[in-house]
């Protein structure tokens, strides 16, 4: 690749975000906040100090995982917004299952069927967008947002109903997972094992779209569909399978959450890792690496919400609005791409290698 | 051709300006599209611009619609160098363009296209009065199309009549067509070509005309200038000219025809047979009712017929792009569904018409698209691996083989001018070496005479080695060329069938006219 064009494609997304910055500068001035101030106290919240670091990195990680329930399925040239429906079923097949093992089995054990169960149950809700955009052409963007919703109240009728913890008052929740099948942190950190899975799942993703003969048959699916029929791909049952590992992302994050931090299901479930997934999804142009990248920097965003609570006052969902200001921002650059004069090649005056000066004869 | 038509409305009388370019470069990146091209059309004359695939055609007239901004070089307009940024400018020049493909809304009527069309719309329509004087121009106009059909239900020969009539609607006095006869038959070819000479003749339009067809430029224009690798190659008098000096402008050399003979099959095998096939349209109307036939090796089935008649969505069915209603396929005796497995089993290879729509993928390598049949298997791929460098290999061989101009193998195929999408699409179909069935669908539309040359050799050699080929081709005297058996296709029904030596030119005529 180009130089230039490496450098475009680092450059856009952050000057985005710089952009997004100076936009929320002036909301935060506007409401009265010492707009320096405000971005000082983000910068330390996040990434002031290894210990604060640690909280975006707890952010980071379901972030990572959700971000693919929307990145993988682009390539297929399908918009999913599913990642909070996704999040929150696989969130709490995963509980049930931790439930129902209890201590019958070693911990390792119990989280590794969890996590199964986490992408089992993620992987069957986003499959089933893409089994319906496939058999009944029903538009994938819609369903899989309408499958959010359902999601929800699911949880919330389980949690208020069926799978309530008679001595959760205030706050319904499932009965808590045993302390023991907890995920555990990594050694010498605050950080759960979570991270860990959102880097391997954010590599993995990549490696299988960019060097695998899977990933090629799916990018040729969502490049034309018509070209890949003619090429004998099967398309339904790529566009499935994409959905469904696509889910199976965002239930591990689910999973996560409720395994690492919340330790049951409840309403925490759906802060919004969700649609921050979405977020990250586009503003890495749908590249798992930079996925794990952008996933740092909102995880910080949103790491800082408390402090501006605290220092300056401003309400904590603040940093919603500066997440959706960026959120903007980023998909507008998107607009950008190959129209800015200083990331165009360079010409030189010489035909190109590739042409041969012959006309074509009979091989 | 003494009679001139009607005149199309009082202010289109005046004489259409002067169009000059001068010494236009335009560059893609490292790529130089355009050298220092220069262009001069005279008022009231029909003009050809010649060249091979990817010699810059298309580029420098979408650098006169202002669609690019040339890095260098004027236009003037009678005279007085003017700037044209948008295509709404080259309007008020006077400057209206038809492309290689369609610009029209498909749900919406003929009517409601024109109206759109309009630069200048207002909010609101008063339809009436819209209607009545679209009724006059339509009667006033060389040619018609019926205002109140859908475009999704005209055929593409009146789709293309209609964007030539939406350019004289919006009074455009310089027409510039982008090969325009590509999506019709020569008989309508002529007959639109012939109608807008008629305008040329009367001095109420200038035309510069894109074509690679040398019967077209002899027989509707009267300059031509020719482009090769963006330069400008030549330029002179239709009548001056002979087609070798033309095609040795194009080609930079002279080059000896060489026709490949065809030599018999000795032991001719059914390949590929299909029996009452049915299949829809998109909009589940029935297009195919009922069609059977069968292909040997060593042998190349011509199907005839005018464009809409079911030949689209029979090659769809045949090429897996859409599942018949009824009917069985068999290739080789066996069943055959067009899965990737068998049609590797099977060795069947196609070229579909329109190939950046239906068999490349625009955003993707060239490389990539070359390798959208062998990617899953050695050396391309190891278990579930790929590896990127055989393909790229495999790319460039291709390249070479196949004379596809591109920057490199990581150019998108998107990029690459028409008729080297079209190379990159065939080098990937024809390079195997056992191919068993070919089917090919107008493989040469868009193409240069050198191309089309080449194309038929290698249909010609593969059947001669034992390839089945089913070919359809709106374009007849292809067919009469290369077929050993022709069939015409009427209404979704095969109409007439026989044996080239055989066949009788008005009977294939009249069932393709439907009688
Ligand atoms: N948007 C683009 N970006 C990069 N390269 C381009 C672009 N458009 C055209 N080119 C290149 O410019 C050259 C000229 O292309 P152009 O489309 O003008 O050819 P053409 O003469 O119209 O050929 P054809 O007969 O095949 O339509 C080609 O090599 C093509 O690859
Ligand atoms: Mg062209």
Not at chain 2, 186 to 200: H, M, N, S
Not at chain 2, 248 to 272: C, D, F, H, S, W
Request: with cysteine; glycine share 10%.
């Amino acid at each position: 690749m180009n130089w230039r064009r490496t450098l475009e494609s680092i450059c856009l997304p952050v000057g985005a975000i710089l952009a997004g910055l100076v936009l929320f500068g002036i909301f935060c001035s506007l409401v009265g906040a010492n707009p320096f101030g405000v971005f000082g106290s983000i910068w330390k919240a996040a990434f002031g100090s290894w210990s604060t670091f640690q909280n975006t990195l707890i952010r980071a990680a379901p972030l990572m995982l959700s971000s693919l329930c929307t990145a993988l399925p682009a390539r297929l040239g399908l918009v999913i917004i599913g990642n909070e429906g996704a999040l929150v079923v696989g969130g709490l097949a995963a509980v049930s299952m931790g439930l129902a093992i209890g201590t019958s089995l070693p911990p390792v054990g119990v989280q590794a069927l969890m996590a199964i169960a986490g992408m089992v149950a993620g992987g069957i809700w986003i499959g089933a967008a893409g089994a319906l955009r496939h058999y009944r052409a029903v538009n994938e963007t819609i369903s899989s947002l309408l499958l959010n919703y359902i999601a929800i109240a699911l949880l919330n009728h389980l949690v208020g109903g069926p799978m309530r913890d008679p001595n959760s008052l205030n706050k319904p929740s499932t009965a808590p997972l045993d302390a023991v099948n907890m995920l555990t942190n990594m050694p010498g950190t605050r950080v759960h094992w979570g991270l860990l899975f959102g880097l391997i799942a954010c590599v993995l993703a990549y490696f299988l779209i960019q060097r695998t003969t899977f990933g090629f048959a799916a990018r040729t699916a969502g490049g034309n569909i018509r070209a890949a029929r003619i090429a004998g791909l099967p398309v339904g049952k790529l566009t499935i399978i994409v959905c469904a590992l696509a889910g199976a992302c965002a239930g591990l994050a689910g999973m996560v959450e409720v395994a690492a931090v919340q330790g049951a299901a409840n309403e925490s479930l759906n802060v919004g890792y969700g649609y921050g997934g979405i977020l990250v999804a586009f503003a890495a142009r749908h590249n798992p690496l930079g996925a794990v990248l952008v996933s740092l920097l909102v995880g910080g965003i949103l790491a800082s919400g408390g402090i501006l609570q605290r220092s300056h006052n401003l309400p904590d969902a603040t940093v919603l609005v500066f997440e959706g200001l960026v959120f903007l921002v980023v998909l507008y650059s998107d607009s950008l791409y190959g129209k800015l004069p200083f990331f165009k090649e360079k010409p030189v005056d010489a035909s190109p290698p590739a042409v041969t000066p012959k006309s074509p004869s009979p091989v | 051709m003494t009679i001139t038509s009607p005149s199309l409305n009082v202010s289109t009388i005046a004489a259409p300006p002067e169009l000059q370019i001068v010494n236009m470069t335009k560059r893609f990146g490292s790529l130089v599209a355009l050298d220092n091209v220069s262009l001069n059309l005279k008022p009231g004359t029909f003009h050809a611009l010649l060249g091979e695939n990817g010699a810059g055609k298309s580029t420098l007239v979408k650098c006169v619609m202002g669609f690019y901004r040339a890095d260098q070089g004027e236009i003037l307009i009678d005279g007085n160098p003017r700037a044209i940024a948008s295509p709404r400018d080259a309007h008020h020049y006077g400057i209206g363009m038809v492309y290689q493909h369609f610009t029209s809304v498909p749900a919406m009527t003929v009517a409601e296209n024109l109206v759109l069309s309009r630069y200048d719309s207002s909010t609101l329509i008063n339809w009436k009065q819209e209607m009545e004087q679209l009724n006059d121009f339509m009667n006033s106009a060389p040619f018609q199309v019926p205002l109140n059909l859908p475009i999704a239900q005209l055929a593409a020969g009146q789709k293309q009549k209609l964007e030539i009539l939406k350019q004289l609607y919006l009074k455009s006095k310089i027409l510039i067509l982008d090969e325009p006869t590509s999506v019709l038959t020569p008989g309508e070819a002529d007959e639109v070509l012939g109608l807008i000479k008629e305008q040329v003749n009367a001095g109420l339009l200038s035309v510069l005309l894109i074509t690679h067809k040398f019967r077209e430029v002899t027989s509707f224009t009267e300059e031509v200038t020719v482009l090769r690798k963006g330069k400008l190659a030549g330029h002179g008098s239709v009548k001056e000219l002979a087609i070798a000096d033309m095609a040795e402008m194009m080609m930079g050399e002279r080059r000896e025809i060489k026709e490949v003979a065809k030599t018999p099959y000795a032991n001719p095998q059914p390949v590929l047979q299909f029996e009452g096939i049915q299949a829809n349209k998109d909009n589940g109307v029935e297009a195919v009712s009922g069609v059977s036939l069968t292909v040997h090796s060593g042998e190349i089935v011509g199907i005839a017929g005018v464009s809409g008649n079911g030949q689209k969505e029979l090659v769809e069915v045949l090429a897996g792009q859409r599942s018949p209603t009824s009917g069985t396929v068999r290739v080789n005796g066996e069943p055959y569904q067009a899965t990737r497995a068998e049609m590797f089993k099977h060795k069947v290879f196609a070229l579909p018409e329109e190939p950046l729509r239906n068999a490349c993928v625009p955003h993707m390598s060239v490389a990539e698209n070359m390798a959208l049949r062998t990617f899953d298997r050695a050396p391309q791929a190891k278990g579930i691996l790929l590896i990127w460098k055989a393909i790229r290999q495999t790319a460039q061989g291709l390249i070479q083989q196949f004379s596809v101009k591109t920057p490199s193998t990581e150019t998108p195929v998107g990029n690459l001018s028409g008729g080297n999408v079209q190379r990159t699409v065939l080098a990937r179909e024809l390079s195997e070496d056992h191919i068993n069935l070919l089917i090919a669908a107008n493989p040469c539309f868009g193409l240069d005479f050198a191309a089309v040359e080449f194309i038929h050799s290698q249909i010609v050699e593969a059947r001669n080695r034992g390839v089945a080929v089913l070919l359809v081709s709106e374009d007849l005297d292809e067919l009469l060329a290369l077929s050993d058996r022709i069939v015409v296709i009427s209404s979704g029904q095969f109409v007439y069938e026989s044996a080239i030596a055989e066949a009788d030119f008005g009977a294939i005529g009249r069932s393709m006219a439907g009688h």
